[in-house]
């Protein structure tokens, strides 16, 4: 997801907005150690928390959080992804879905324990309204988890890198440094059932020639087979804890003028 310049305008996601069952396939090959969710739970544990979730799109990670949470809140701007995420989420209780944007988040202050972004709005300089928003509707004590690719890790990152010679991942973690973030790097393997499932994936992350060279150097990683596929990719889980006290100089995510700030993703069409 990219933040237009414009406050009003959100900059559609080149792949779930147009690629939903392709995606849905990544999000199901993703982390398949489970690795990601391993260390959010040791970052911050939510364990009977209310929990949001900022970019949910159509819902996949929202029942994992409901197993233990109090209540979960999606929240999603592209309005398909909003009705995916409903009927995803229909027998759970304990989870809502709204229409909202991260910029301007339709939850009231001061009312969720943790906030959780993975791969959606937030990379780095551009972010700042996002960020100040998920501070205004953190409890003290909460905790804002964000969960983003490791564009340093091979070779999902050089691909990456590839696709967007501009991104500079060390400018993005000095961001988060600078916002009062921690920083653990995380190694997951994605797994696919079949080669065409990999290809599938490959293929609305990046653009042609680059998707063409991940998915003839992943083939030849697997030794060519057609199913049970595995690829490595690295992640990034920043964590900031909302102070109960004082809040500490340069803590806070506001500043004068974020709101007019903008940022883009290191997604590709």
Known sequence: MRWSS??????PSPNIWY??????????????GGEIWRVLREEFDWTGCDV???GCGDGFHLPRFARDARSVLGVEPHQPLVRSALERVKDLSNVDIRHGRAQRLPVRSASVDVVHARTAYFFGPGCEPGLAEAERV???GGAILIVDLDVTSEPYGGWMRADLPHYDPAAVERFFVRAGFGCRRVATEWRFATAADLEAVLKIEFSKPVAEQAIAESLQRNGNRATDLT???????HTRVKPTGLVLPGHSAASSGAEDSSSSSPRMP
């Open 19 to 32: 690629y939903q069952a392709d995606y849905e396939l990544e999000n199901q090959a993703q982390d398949s």
């Open 231 to 237: 690829l490595p990719v690295g992640y990034r889980v």
């Open 6 to 11: 414009r406050r009003t305008e959100v900059v």
């Open 138 to 140: 953190l409890r003290p």
């Open 52 to 54: 949001l979730d900022v």
